[in-house]
């Protein structure tokens, strides 16, 4: 299903907002603040909050600001479990649908850059089948040989895709490759080919624009792992680890967790100062690939992380209104 024209639900807008960008942007409080003034409902468009009982370490809104705005897509998934984009993108239309039909607008709030292309290009990702032999069987070589091999077959035989990869993902570079090798089309070529239906719904993208400030959004950071750590991350980290679970599975790959491990296994005052370091350093990182990755979506209106809220929200109103 395809709605390119809300009037039949929502007569007042146009346009869906995605409130996108980096780790500490800022963005959630402006979805939020954006659907107390509108009466909307947000949509989590993010990877890790997606996840149960994993809340201080994915920035993932509070009770209390649960409880002034409905919130979705949050807590669908135990940890451990896999979760895809597929997944995310089947779940999210039911949702969208589901709060148009009662005559509110979605406010899609997210910096899972993945999460935020395909709904806005209408990308829908491999349904096929991928053999989990094939898959276990990557994953063995990785593991004693390195990724070196197989990023490099990635890069001859779908270019586009690698580029996108950092050749130290593992999980990613093993999943775009094994697409090619049992499908015989690569990444790339799904990806063009989903996007010819096009979007689910009129979208349109909002970014608080950091990247001239960029020390100014890497102190947010910094002083946001602290204020995770004050609030529990820790204890969510010993909880994580504390599950009979897949180490490798996605959660335990997540920026605020996998950093902590040496700390879990020996408790040093040392281990758990590193740990913190490192997190403060990968958010810094994952925040400048986020930021390039947006850099290359058109159309994206930037807004002033310097502006008030009110002058921000009217930026996104008169943009979105019919």
């Known amino acids: 299903m395809i709605i390119d024209d809300l009037t039949q639900y929502v007569k007042e807008y146009k346009y869906i907002p995605i409130i996108c960008g980096p780790t500490a942007s800022g963005k959630s409080s402006i979805a939020l603040s954006l659907c107390e003034k509108i009466g909307g409902e947000l949509v989590s468009c993010d990877s890790m909050q997606i996840y149960n009982h994993l809340d201080v370490g994915t920035a993932k809104a509070t009770m209390e600001e649960r409880s002034r705005v409905p919130h979705h897509m949050i807590d669908i998934v135990e940890p451990g479990l896999n979760y895809s984009v597929n997944d995310y993108l089947y779940g999210v239309k039911d949702v969208i649908l589901d709060i148009l039909s009662r005559g509110k607008l979605p406010v899609i709030c997210g910096g899972t850059g993945q999460y935020v292309s395909a709904l806005r290009d209408g990308i829908k990702y491999v349904d096929e089948p ?8 990557l994953y063995k070589e990785a593991e004693e040989q390195g990724i070196d091999r197989i990023y490099s077959e990635l890069s001859l035989v779908d270019p586009e895709a690698a580029s996108g990869i950092h050749p130290n993902n593992t999980r990613r570079v093993i ?3 094994a697409v090619y090798k049992a499908t015989g089309k690569t990444f790339t070529e799904w990806n063009k080919e989903s996007k ?3 979007p689910m719904f009129p979208f349109m993208l909002f970014e608080p624009d950091y990247e001239d400030c960029r ?11 602290d204020i995770m750590m004050d609030e529990g991350l820790l204890d969510e980290v010993n909880y994580l680890y504390s599950l ?9 790959q997540a920026i605020g967790y996998k950093e902590f491990k040496l700390y879990v296994e020996n408790g040093t005052k040392e281990a758990l100062d590193r740990a913190i370091y490192e997190v403060k350093l990968n958010s810094r990182h994952y925040a400048k690939r986020q930021l390039t990755w947006f850099r290359y979506i058109d159309g994206i209106i930037k807004l002033d992380p310097q502006a008030s809220m009110s002058t921000n929200l009217d930026v996104i109103l008169n943009k979105i209104s019919s």
């Open 130 to 137: 991928i053999p989990q032999d094939l898959v276990d069987a």
């Open 215 to 225: 020390d100014v959004l890497y102190d947010r950071i910094n002083k946001r792992v």
């Open 196 to 198: 010819k239906s096009g």
């Open 244 to 252: 009979d679970t897949d180490r490798t599975s996605t959660c335990f």
């Open 175 to 177: 999943r775009a490759y």
